[in-house]
């Protein structure tokens, strides 16, 4: 679960490339790669700026490092907070999408 924190509007195109981005910078290819990274379009909220994103829990600290990097999305100050950890995607859904 994370929560983008930004003046501007983002759309989700922007924020998964900057996600993606920012996995490739710090972990590597062969790092990305085993992180098996995917930004659910179907759980993003637009309103709130929220969304979820799957990857692969053996190297979940990694990902926790390389989203605090992230400083600018499509040239526009911003930057990306994790809110919640969940093994369940259903779970997630309900307790920090609020849906």
């Not at 969304?51 to 990902?63: A, E, I, Q, S, Y």
């Not at 600018?72 to 990306?80: H, Q, S, V, Y």
Request: net charge positive.
């Amino acid at each position: 679960m994370f929560q983008v924190s930004s003046g501007e509007e983002l759309r989700y195109e922007e924020i998964r490339d900057s996600i993606m981005d920012a996995c490739l910078k710090y972990m590597g290819i062969f790092g990305a790669e085993k992180a098996g990274i995917q930004v659910l379009r179907n759980l993003y909220i637009p309103s709130k700026k929220r969304g979820v994103f799957r990857v692969n829990n053996k190297v979940l600290d990694g990902m926790k490092k390389a989203i605090s990097k992230v400083d600018k999305i499509a040239g526009k100050e911003a930057c990306i907070k994790i809110t919640g950890i969940s093994g369940i995607l259903k779970k997630a859904k309900y307790k920090f999408l609020e849906v």
